[in-house]
């Protein structure tokens, strides 16, 4: 797919994210997943006795792999705002990355006993930054648009508030998990009946596609934790998978349907839609 601009000497405007398609949520659910799974290989993978190491080492090994994962962020960061366009390769690995790393931010705080810690007061901050974020880009920018992400204060407003979506995402699905002590298959029903919900809302009222957007986005980080959970972990409705198993399954899916959007672009913006 190639787009000419109209007006001699004029560029299109390019979007620099994908156009919210089927693909687009696909992808996204597998990534949350992955975020959930491989924070937790990695700790496990790089801590001090592994399988069998103390909530300590774990809370070592966190902190260790965090820093790792930020600077590979930071690198993908770089990159994606040097290009002039959406690159999905790019964009979507800068996806999964920050998936794992806001796992791996509100782990810190949770800590790596048996009962989570503080999981009310993560949940309020995170929101609370959350809401910040929004606020923020909504007075300098008047828009929370993902279709016109096409100047670099923008896509550093965008790529804060995924960040922050992860983390809250996070957080509200263990708070909720913990709180009706709920199996990994019943969470994971419970937090897709509600993105059902979003999305029959805004098929029959007038909510706001972009409000509708950002809350569907919010919810899939939980729906993807609880996946991964459900699939990974033994007991509570688990299938005992393993984290590393169903880590590396999902990336080969992400990997293939990237190729696929990489060559074909069904999710490419068109420059009309960007001025909006």
């Not at 659910?29 to 992955?34: A, D, G, P, Q, V």
């Not at 705002?81 to 810190?108: E, K, N, P």
């Not at 590393?244 to 060559?263: P, Y």
């Amino acid at each position: 797919m190639t787009t000419t601009a109209t007006t001699r000497g004029v560029l299109p405007l390019l979007n620099k994210v994908p156009e919210v398609t089927v693909y687009f949520w696909i992808i996204k659910c597998l990534c949350t997943t992955i975020g959930e799974t491989m924070s937790d290989n990695l700790m496990t993978l790089f801590a001090v006795g592994g399988d069998n190491a103390s909530p300590d080492q774990l809370q070592v090994a966190l902190y260790e792999v965090s820093a790792v994962t930020a600077a590979v962020l930071a690198v993908l960061l770089i990159v994606q705002f040097r290009l002039r366009r959406y690159v999905a390769a790019v964009y979507w690995s800068t996806i999964v990355v920050i998936s794992v790393l806001g796992t791996q931010i509100t782990d810190m705080f949770e800590g790596q006993g048996d009962v989570p810690n503080n999981m009310v007061a993560i949940t309020v901050v995170s929101v609370t930054l959350l809401g910040a974020v929004f606020l923020a880009w909504w007075l300098v920018e008047r828009t929370l648009s993902m279709h016109s992400i096409r100047t670099p204060r923008r896509e550093a407003f965008y790529w804060l508030a995924i960040l922050t979506t992860f983390a809250t995402g996070t957080a509200v699905g263990d708070l909720i998990a913990e709180t009706f002590s709920l199996g990994y298959l019943t969470t994971l029903v419970v937090f897709a009946g509600v993105i059902a919900l979003i999305a029959a809302v805004w098929r029959l009222t007038p909510i706001s596609p972009v409000l509708a957007f950002w809350l569907a986005y919010i919810m899939t980080r939980p729906l993807g934790a609880s996946t991964g959970d459900w699939l990974s972990q033994q007991g509570n409705q688990g299938l005992g998978l393993g984290t590393a198993t169903t880590s590396w399954l999902f990336l080969a899916v992400i990997v293939a349907l990237v190729a696929f959007l990489q060559i074909r672009k069904p999710d490419v913006t068109t420059p009309e839609l960007a001025r909006g």
